[in-house]
């Protein structure tokens, strides 16, 4: 089994910053793309990074220049950096994977349990 746990949410001002993280865990072959969605009340769940086994990352406007994904291999890790959060960025955020759990699997979508990310204004 393979298990994806966030942590690093919580409460900011508008203007302040958050780093997420997001552990993979259990039996773990390879990984390819990781990413980070986020939902708001009302609104379809939205990717806003993505980062490719070659190290090519993708973001929506909205966050562009202020989000940064990166990861740690060694540790099975990776990241969201939010900069100048505003009110308009809180969600809750998951990440996500597609990950092989032997040379023989296909690959498989991950998400992790979610964490609360609210920006005051």
């Known amino acids: 089994q393979v298990q994806l746990v966030e942590s690093g949410g919580g409460l900011v001002q508008a203007e302040g910053s958050l780093r997420l993280s997001c552990t993979a865990s259990g039996r773990i072959f390879s990984t390819n793309v990781m990413a980070w969605y986020r939902q708001a009340p009302g609104k379809q769940r939205e990717s806003v990074a993505i980062l490719t086994n070659g190290g090519q990352t993708t973001y929506p406007d909205s966050v562009k220049e202020r989000f940064t994904i990166s990861r740690d291999n060694a540790k099975n890790t990776w990241y969201l950096q939010m900069n100048n959060l505003k009110p308009e960025d809180t969600a809750v955020y998951y990440c996500?994977?597609?990950?092989?759990?032997?040379?023989?699997?296909?690959?498989?979508?991950?998400w992790g349990q979610g964490t609360q990310v609210t920006v005051s204004s």
């Open positions: 996500n994977a597609m990950i092989r759990t032997s040379w023989t699997s296909s690959w498989n979508d991950y």
